[in-house]
């Protein structure tokens, strides 16, 4: 079993081709770059013309931009895995991995790494980039809920885009990834919290962003559970996808 866990050499491998991918690499930076800018713009326009301009929720405002950050960091996780379906490119992939487990595990621990690293700074960035124009409405780094919010965000980016890769792994395709997960994140969860709030609670997006909220919601998720929630939905993305990639041709 061993020799199927992730090695230094394949991850790095797997680096080198993120890293070579202007759009892959552009969406892991737009998650940064869209989630603190639009955030700090925001709180700029309207933070401070009275309370609760950016929601009822303070500390889920201080991360309103959220709502497009996770779309840039559904579009690293499918961008990802996507390439490889391209020009023959998992064949090539299996030829200097012929461990399919070896490789799908080094995949998924790279993209969740800098998923998690680059959610991080984001969440740290989009409370203070976002604070700092709501005068006398700003939450202080320190208040209750806030660090857990912070590092919550990085957590809920990373569970999105590993949630992506793995659907990609899954459908073969980003472009169908970021067609059904996008809609689904703006529009769909949102419907379904409408016409049945008790199972919207449960959609990836509304339960993992619960990490993010105030403890008293008045709703079955709390912060931890939600986003526990939220990695069940992406866990069972990863393993759909390493059933996909074992068990169907290159």
């Known amino acids: 079993m061993s020799t199927a866990l992730p090695t230094l050499p394949v991850m790095h491998s797997e680096w080198i081709k993120i890293r070579s991918l202007r759009g892959t ?63 023959s490119g998992l064949r090539t992939t299996f030829t200097a991995v012929p461990n399919r487990t070896r490789f799908y595990l080094s995949k998924i621990a790279v993209v969740g790494g800098l998923a998690l690293v680059v959610g991080q700074v984001t969440g740290l960035l989009t409370f203070l980039a976002g604070q700092a124009f709501m005068g006398r409405y700003a939450l202080e780094l320190g208040a209750p809920g806030t660090v857990r919010s912070v590092i919550g965000c990085g957590l809920y980016l990373a569970v999105i885009a590993l949630f992506a890769a793995g659907l990609t ?67 069972a993305a990863v393993f759909g996808g390493w059933l996909a990639i074992r068990r169907r041709d290159a």
């Not at 639009?38 to 326009?45: D, E, K, S, V, Y």
């Not at 689904?184 to 339960?207: C, E, M, R, Y």
């Open 25 to 87: 690499l552009g969406a892991l930076i737009a998650v940064l770059v869209t989630t603190a800018g639009i955030q700090a713009f925001t709180a700029w326009a309207i933070g401070t013309a009275e309370e609760g301009s950016m929601g009822d929720d303070p500390l889920f405002a201080a991360y309103y931009a959220i709502n497009f950050g996770q779309v840039a960091a559904i579009a690293f996780g499918a961008n990802a895995f996507s390439a490889e379906f391209h020009n």
């Open 169 to 235: 792994a899954i459908l073969r395709s980003g472009v169908a990834v970021v067609s059904i997960l996008v809609p689904f994140v703006l529009l769909v969860s949102f419907v379904i919290s409408g016409v049945a709030a008790g199972a919207g609670q449960f959609t990836p997006d509304k339960a993992g962003q619960m990490v993010m909220r105030s403890e008293d919601t008045g709703g079955v998720l709390g912060p931890w559970t939600g986003i526990g929630v939220a990695a069940l939905w992406a866990a």
